[in-house]
């Protein structure tokens, strides 16, 4: 399942902005990015999301920036300087006049500009915590209301089946026509049809009508249907488990197409396979 969660905070002039990003994955595969300075807390922040979010390849990203003039780069006056009289002198015995373009690079210099190491202050990682905290419920808010609008969107998958499977009923008594007509020309087509017994006609009448009867197939599938929407309604870690019914509901989508020997009645099954193709491709999104 998709998510997105986003926080920001300040501390002493440091703008801190947190994003947790996530794809579908069966289990939870985390990518971390921070700073250098704030490294050494990676173990703690893969703990704490670990402990609050259970699937998905989830990235995180910690920025931090200068939100104010203050910098921990300084310009090393003596290199500075001693850099800037040996390239005037340079200049003075071609002939030139040292450039103002000539003295900005000298800041490109080897060490001329230095930046002063610093180490991670308490207070600081104590409000980047809490920064995270914060994009982690805004991360699961996300993913509540994808889940709601994905909820919704497998009950109305799934009654369209239990839809497609009703419009199966005015084709059942064609079905037995059907039958009777091909036995009744598959006799007239024998050498001898003086010997054609009635009664055993009717034995076979009736034993492939039982043969190709669906009403078990409808009523189990129906009962899977309500079983799958009334488990999309109880909340919780129901992903493996409507995999689970979704496969059944196949089960039964499949031999009700095997046995129905009817154009109509197979086009029909043929929609609900589609709507059930689409609830599994769903479901892998469900915890």
């Known amino acids: 399942m998709t998510g997105f969660g986003r926080a920001t905070s300040e501390y002493k002039g440091k703008q801190f902005t947190v994003e947790l990003r996530s794809l579908n994955s069966k289990g939870l595969d985390l990518n971390l990015r921070m700073p250098p300075l704030y490294r050494e807390k990676e173990p703690e922040v893969r703990a704490l999301l670990s402990e609050k979010l259970t699937r998905g390849k989830i990235d995180f990203t910690l920025l931090v920036e200068m939100s104010s003039a203050e910098t921990k780069t300084h310009i090393n006056k003596e290199n500075f300087i001693s850099y800037y009289n040996q390239l005037k002198e340079i200049y003075s015995q071609i002939g030139e006049s040292i450039n103002n373009e000539t003295i900005a690079s000298i800041t490109r210099f080897p060490d001329v500009l230095e930046t002063k190491s610093e180490d991670l202050e308490i207070d600081e990682w ?8 914060k994009s982690v419920e805004e991360f699961i808010s996300f993913r509540q209301t994808e889940g709601e609008s994905l909820r919704n969107d497998l009950i109305s998958k799934a009654k369209n089946i239990s839809a497609l499977k009703e419009k199966v009923l005015p084709f059942e008594a064609q ?17 001898e049809p003086s010997k054609f017994d009635p009664n055993r006609f009717e034995q076979e009448l009736i034993y492939y009508i039982e043969k190709f009867d669906i009403n078990e197939e409808k009523v189990r599938l129906e009962q899977h249907l309500d079983y799958f929407i009334t488990t999309l ?6 992903g493996r488990k409507l995999g689970f019914i ?3 509901i196949g089960r039964e989508v499949n031999t009700l197409s095997s046995k129905a020997n009817h154009v109509e009645i197979q086009q029909l099954a043929v929609l609900m396979k589609d709507e059930l193709e689409q609830i599994k491709e769903q479901v892998l999104n469900i915890l």
Do not use: M
Request: no cysteine; aromatic share 0%; glycine share 6%.
């Open 126 to 133: 104590d409000i980047i915590s809490s920064t995270i905290d």
């Open 175 to 191: 079905r037995k026509e059907i039958v009777r007509e091909r036995l009744l020309k598959a006799i007239s087509e024998l050498e």
């Open 246 to 248: 979704a496969q059944e």
């Open 233 to 238: 309604k109880s909340g919780g870690n129901i």
